[in-house]
């Protein structure tokens, strides 16, 4: 195992082996910790599956909405009033009696978000606890301390050492994923 599978694989030990023993015990975590990161992974692709599912709901109710829209706009630029015209005195009065509340009151859209919401609450008891995150933030910071990380590095999903003014690189990922700003915050904290 070269050095930089060993960080990686450090990363993974520190990161879950820094939680609440007798919490672990209660859930029965006899695995490695590369098994339960890998495990982890589970109940976020169950949610991507479910967002999906959202915005595909969500993309088709906005079409109907903008139907809506471009068919009352449509009515509104035309010269002829509704008053002159008792069937579109009619529908006006139709749309503001029931579209419009169907618009402001839809079903629709409560189904969508009651789906996800659902869905995530059936995997909310295999998501990672607050305490988890802040284990991987010490993990992270002890990381750091252990190997004398470069943090600009560490931030930008680079692991270099930093002995004296030279700057070593100890592990880059096949794929770099950089830390935000509230990660970084979060970490540090």
């Not at 006899?30 to 990161?37: E, G, K, N, R």
């Not at 809506?68 to 509104?76: E, Q, R």
Request: aromatic share 6%; net charge positive; hydrophobic share 40%.
């Amino acid at each position: 195992m070269g050095p930089g599978a060993r960080l990686a694989a450090l990363l993974a030990v520190l990161a879950l082996g820094t939680g609440d023993p007798e919490r672990a015990a209660a859930r029965g975590d006899t695995f490695s910790a590369l098994t339960s990161v890998a495990r982890a992974l589970a109940p976020e692709r169950r949610l991507l599956g479910l967002l999906r599912r959202y915005l595909r709901g969500e993309e088709a109710r906005l079409r109907d909405l903008t139907r809506f829209y471009d068919k009352v706009l449509s009515l509104h630029e035309d010269s002829t009033t509704p008053v002159a015209n008792p069937l579109l005195a009619f529908t006006l009065i139709k749309r503001l009696q029931s579209d419009w509340r169907n618009v402001v009151h839809s079903l629709e859209a409560s189904e969508n978000i009651r789906a996800l919401k659902d869905g995530y609450e059936k995997v909310e008891q295999d998501l990672p606890a607050f305490e988890d995150l802040e284990g991987a933030a010490r993990a992270l910071m002890r990381l750091q301390d252990v190997y004398m990380l470069n943090v600009k590095g560490l931030a930008r999903g680079v692991f270099q050492r930093v002995t004296g003014s030279a700057i070593t690189d100890l592990y880059s990922p096949k794929r770099l994923f950089s830390l935000t700003g509230d990660d970084c915050f979060q970490v540090g904290k």
